[in-house]
Structure formats: structure tokens, C-alpha cells
């Protein structure tokens, strides 16, 4: 005999959270050509790794809308990869920085002032269009946590800007950029440990309705 509370409904997107994510994913695909640019021009290791970050943000947002409709458990593996792509990030905004810490470059600071504050309303634009979606499923997490983490990266480069302008120096870029690669590591790690939570409980729930059937 089933038990009628033994298996969890599966849960779908909360509504509109799609809609959301295809405005999230072209305003960051256009800021990724925006700060690429404004990266080659200035030197800045700072923007160069916001604009690598908006690049991942829309593969994420891509790959969420892909599986949106899908259940728990490929929501899940959804979420594993942006985890485990945002950890990446990180590692590789750590080894740019040391790599331009040893070549001696300075960047320009007027473009990276300019070009951070565009970024920084652009983000906090989405993370605010997102935030209703926070505590949702290890894959609306995973989304939130992106814009939070560009918001809080635009106006980390800002004072990186701030700080070359006062010092004549590389140092507040490089710093910046080593805050935004341990940001993006340790959100990584978080959003991880979310997903395979949830495909843990997707698996158990399957196992359950197969044993039922």
C-alpha cells in the first residue's frame, strides 16, 4: 500500500524565475563584451575577472533555463556544474593576478572607475529582480548567489579603481581581483555542497517511488 507522505512533490521553477533568468542572462552577456573591451584597454586583472565572471554567469543562466523544467535531480547536477564552474573561476582569477603581479603592469583607473559602476548597476538590477529567489532549490541558489557576488565584485573594483588613481600602483587591482577569485571559490564550494544535497534527496525520492511501484 502506498504512503501518501512518503514521497515529496516534485517542485518546479517558482513563478516567473524564468523570465527573470533571460534578463539576467543578456544583461550579463553584454556587460561580458562590455568589460572585456574596457579590460584590454586599462590593464585592469579586476575587470578582466568581472568580465570573465559575467561571461560564466550567462553559460549558468543558459544551463538553468535548459533544465528548468526538468525535476530535482537534474536541477541538481545543473547546479554541480555552476558550483564546480565558479570554483574554477576563482583559481583562475588567482593565477592571472599572480601572473600580472610579476609582468609589473599598472591599469588605468578613469576606465576602470567608468566601466565598474555600469557594471555594479547592471548587477544590482538582477540581483534584485533575483532575490525572491533566493532560498529556493540548490540551482535558484546557485543563480543568487551569482548576482550577489557580481554586485559585491563592481563595487570591489570601483575602490580598486579608487586605489591605483590615489597610489599609482597595481596592488589595489591585484587585491581586488584575489577577493573576487576567493569569493567566486568559496560560493563554489557552497553551491556544491547545496547540490548534492539536493540530488542526494532526488535519488531517495526515486528509489522510494520505484519500491512503491
Sequence with gaps: MACSCSVPEPQGPAPGFRKALWIALWVNLAMFFVEGLASLQSGSVALMADAIDFFGDSANYLLSLSVLSMGMLWRGRAALVKGLTMATFGLVVWGRA??????????????????????????VGVAVMLFKFREGDSDMRSVWLCSRNDAIGNL??????LGVFGTGSAWPDLIVAGIMGTLALTAGISVVRHARSDIANARAANRLVAQEN
Design 98 to 123: 599572480i601572473w600580472v603581479l610579476q609582468s609589473g603592469v599598472t591599469p588605468e583607473p578613469l576606465t576602470m572607475g567608468l566601466v565598474g559602476l555600469l557594471a555594479l548597476v547592471a548587477n
Design 156 to 161: 570591489a573594483v570601483m575602490g580598486a579603481a
